[in-house]
């Protein structure tokens, strides 16, 4: 994230253009906020690292209210984190607008094993598994909590991206129903609890 007065500022109005649906122009950027493309990009960056640090300051909060609302513990809190974060994602405008007029800078930029936004996404994840397995109330094994937290979140690109990816509507209803299925509670011997 930024730390400048200045970056934060142009990082504010990029995302304040993003969120009203309209497409982030470097050069109309630098020129709104009285500066050269040069100073805005030592402040911000590229475009797509500028892109990615939106995308993952939207994600954040959307995540932070799946937690807040989801189930209290288990298999069930990580289905319904993932289930609300991945519907969300699909319903929103914003992102939709995005998705659908840059559909390549997109999934690069949010599916692939560089992108900040998908191993941040992976980190959250993996940590909300770790927290279920150290309170005894989910056991990711015979996957690690990591392995496990990649497979959730291609599920959850899988779905939030299927009209780009195979043409078919995102459907947060079998976006769900997937979660649950790979995430089935198995009980855990007494003594294991």
């Not at 996957?143 to 195979?166: G, K, P």
């Amino acid at each position: 994230m930024y730390t400048s007065d200045s970056a934060l500022r142009a990082f504010r109005e990029a995302r304040h253009t993003f969120i009203d649906g309209a497409r982030i122009d470097m050069g109309q950027l630098a020129t709104s906020l009285g500066v050269d493309r040069t100073s805005l990009f030592r402040w911000v960056g590229n475009r797509d690292r500028l892109l990615s640090e939106i995308l993952w300051s939207l994600a954040v909060p959307t995540l932070d209210a799946a937690a807040a609302a989801a189930a209290p513990s288990g298999a069930a809190r990580i289905v319904d984190v993932l289930d609300r974060f991945t519907a969300d994602l699909i319903q929103a405008p914003y992102f939709r607008i995005f998705l659908t007029r840059e559909p390549a800078r997109a999934l690069r930029l949010l599916t692939t094993t560089e992108s900040d936004v998908q191993s941040r996404f992976v980190g959250r994840v993996t940590a909300l598994i770790e927290h279920e397995r150290r309170n005894g109330s989910f056991d990711p094994e015979p996957l690690s909590a990591e392995e496990l937290a990649r497979l959730l979140v291609r599920i959850s690109e899988s779905f939030t991206y299927a009209d780009l990816i195979s043409g078919e509507t995102p459907d947060p209803v079998r976006a769900r129903a997937t979660f649950e299925y790979v995430l089935r509670p198995v009980a855990l011997p007494t003594g294991d609890r």
